[in-house]
């Protein structure tokens, strides 16, 4: 299991956010997380996850760098659901589909943003620009060298070039230090943005 994202829960405490969006459900263990930590200091929270769920097949997968299996979005409403049956000021929504045609182009309003859905580069710099002015942004997928130095190549995927491109720009953005090696051989870190 992952270790990296238990660091968002501290974040969720400070922030106490009313809106949470995800950018890739998967099995909705990571977002239900956020929601329940954030429900310790809010009655009313909301949560909007996005993901192809098993709307796109293995070749997009594998194009995405999805080191995990296809996205079930049965699966991820099991995890929320018993949320919204413990907590009345809970709710959650779904948006099925590529992020670049579900997502790109639009502004979100949040308090809280997680991206971990495709890792090619496009991808997600398109899903920050739709939810750059949440108060905090996470991205996932900030690689570092593994132990054998391997990394993927970070012109095509990876959160690298982004936080390149937002440091350049001027902003801060914090690598928090707990990293979980990939499957590709690199280890993968949170970069956190604050407005």
Known sequence: MAKRYAQMLPIIAELKPSVIVEVGVHKGLRGSALSLEALKHSANVRYVGYDVFETMGEEF?????NGKSTPSEARARQAFDPIVGQ?????YAFHVGD??????????DADFAFIDGDHRV??????YMALKDAKVVVLDDFYMPGPSGSLPDLLLYGANSLV???RADGREVEILPIGDLC??????HLAVVRQ
């Open 183 to 188: 499957n590709h051989g690199a280890v993968a």
């Open 87 to 91: 907590h009345p000021g809970f709710a």
């Open 164 to 166: 390149d491109e937002l």
């Open 99 to 108: 992020t670049r045609k579900t997502l790109h182009g639009r502004s979100l």
């Open 122 to 127: 496009e991808a997600i710099r398109g899903d």
């Open 61 to 65: 997968q594998r194009e995405a760098l």
